[in-house]
Structure formats: structure tokens, C-alpha cells
């Protein structure tokens, strides 16, 4: 299994930055890549980017980029998403996820961290 725990939510301004981070523990040798995804109240989950844990390969959503930047400190075994320039309709709760080889979805999830940008 592997636990992972979000942090770094808050509330800004428009125009303004946060860094997410996900703290992965357990058996992280498992984990092929790591994901980020949101999701606001009656809308379906949605995927925002993601980073393999060891090339460094990454993928966004088109309404992300340029903005957003995912990365991997694997000695510490987090992945970040600093998010700049945010928008009011970045508002979510961001969730962490990863996914092993082979997997054709996401296998552990963190808790998720509220993000509220204010217009």
C-alpha cells in the first residue's frame, strides 16, 4: 500500500501562486507515476497533470499550461504542483494520486486540499 498526504491549500488571489505538495509513504517503489486531478462540487474529476517518478516525463491539461508546474523530490518522496497565475476557476479540491505499472487507473489517493482562488 501507499499512503500520501496533501498539504499546501489555501486561499489567494487571482493572479496569485500556491505549491501543493504530496508527501507518498509506504511502498513507493510500486508507484510508476504520480497525478494530479481537482474536482468542484457536481462536476466530475478532473485530471491536471502528471510526472513518471523516475524520468521526469510529464502531462497536462491544456487549461493548465504555462502555469501550472508539476515535480518530483524523490528523496523525499513528494511530488509538488506549483500553480501560477491562478484563475477563480482553478477553485477546487486538488487530489494526489498514484498510479502503478501496468495500472490503467490511479490505484492510492490522498485526501485532497482545498484550493479557493478569489476573484
Known amino acids: 500500500q501507499v499512503q500520501m498526504v496533501e498539504s499546501g491549500g489555501g486561499l489567494v488571489q487571482a493572479g496569485g501562486s500556491l505549491r501543493l505538495s504530496c508527501a507518498a509513504s509506504?511502498?513507493?517503489?510500486?508507484?510508476?507515476?504520480m497525478g494530479w486531478f481537482r474536482q468542484t462540487p457536481g462536476k466530475e474529476r478532473e485530471f491536471v497533470a502528471a510526472?513518471?517518478?523516475?524520468?521526469?516525463?510529464?502531462a497536462y491539461v491544456e487549461s493548465v499550461k504555462g502555469r501550472f508546474t508539476i515535480s518530483t523530490d524523490k528523496a523525499k518522496n513528494t511530488v509538488y504542483l506549483q500553480m501560477n497565475s491562478l484563475k477563480p476557476e482553478d477553485t477546487a479540491v486538488y487530489y494526489c494520486?498514484?498510479?502503478?505499472?501496468?495500472?490503467?487507473?490511479?490505484?492510492?489517493w490522498g485526501q485532497g486540499t482545498q484550493v479557493t482562488v478569489s476573484s
Open positions: 494520486a498514484a498510479l502503478k505499472p501496468g495500472s490503467s487507473m490511479y490505484d492510492y
Open positions: 509506504g511502498r513507493t517503489f510500486t508507484i510508476y507515476s
Open positions: 510526472i513518471t517518478w523516475s524520468g521526469g516525463n510529464t
